[in-house]
């Protein structure tokens, strides 16, 4: 289990924990200005525009943004902001905006298996290795789920040997204690 809070509300689901970490690693390295994901419509929700005091105004499928409260790229702020990414994006929206890794050996941590819809889930690589005694390439998954829960390592439900590794050249599909993946899944911000 990650050490990062669930929130009050269930918004932090599967694809919500990832936006939620990739923004984390934004804001804290002080790439404010690339804080952006898409909402389910494909209308963007900028953290600087929210900082600036922007909200945004949904009606029916339409999003505008309109200024409606101070200026503040605080902390308690940046959360406020990332729950309203949780209502309006999701792994739909995320799947969108990300580009296909074409290649599974060229997998990267912070790489994730994602698959769009409604529900649609999402995993991420937290972590890769070389096993010592076959040489074979590891990694490690991160999820959320529903209800929102914690962010948790997963077991390989598929080689319980090898949990909680997933071996790279393990065939043309991903199997997590809730889903199944394909390779071709495989994402990259």
């Known amino acids: 289990m990650l050490d990062i809070d669930v929130g009050a509300r269930d918004l932090q689901q599967c694809a919500d924990a990832i936006i939620r970490?990739?923004?984390?690693?934004?804001?804290?390295?002080?790439?404010?200005?690339?804080?952006?994901?898409?909402?389910?419509?494909?209308?963007?929700?900028?953290?600087?525009?929210?900082?600036?005091?922007?909200?945004?105004?949904?009606?029916?499928?339409?999003?505008?943004?309109?200024?409606?409260?101070?200026?503040?790229?605080?902390?308690?702020?940046?959360?406020?902001?990332?729950?309203?990414?949780?209502?309006?994006?999701?792994?739909?929206?995320?799947?969108?905006?990300?580009?296909?890794?074409?290649?599974?050996?060229?997998?990267?941590?912070?790489?994730?298996?994602?698959?769009?819809?409604?529900?649609?889930?999402?995993?991420?690589?937290?972590?890769?290795?070389?096993?010592e005694a076959n040489g074979k390439k590891l990694f490690l998954l991160v999820q959320s789920y529903m209800p929102a829960q914690d962010i948790h390592v997963l077991k390989n439900p598929g080689d319980p040997d090898l949990s909680p590794w997933y071996a790279l050249d393990s065939g043309s599909g991903l199997e997590t204690p809730e889903w199944n993946f394909r390779r071709i899944d495989l994402r990259r911000f």
Not at 22 to 27: K, N, S, V
Not at 41 to 60: E, Y
Not at 64 to 90: H, M, Q
């Open 21 to 131: 970490l990739r923004a984390e690693y934004l804001y804290i390295s002080g790439s404010r200005e690339d804080i952006v994901f898409n909402f389910t419509s494909g209308d963007p929700a900028r953290f600087r525009d929210w900082a600036r005091g922007f909200r945004p105004r949904i009606r029916r499928n339409r999003v505008r943004w309109i200024r409606s409260a101070e200026i503040d790229s605080g902390y308690r702020n940046f959360r406020k902001y990332l729950n309203t990414v949780f209502v309006y994006a999701g792994s739909h929206s995320l799947e969108q905006e990300l580009s296909p890794v074409t290649d599974i050996e060229a997998m990267q941590i912070g790489d994730l298996f994602i698959q769009g819809g409604f529900p649609g889930h999402a995993v991420l690589v937290v972590d890769m290795a070389v096993h």
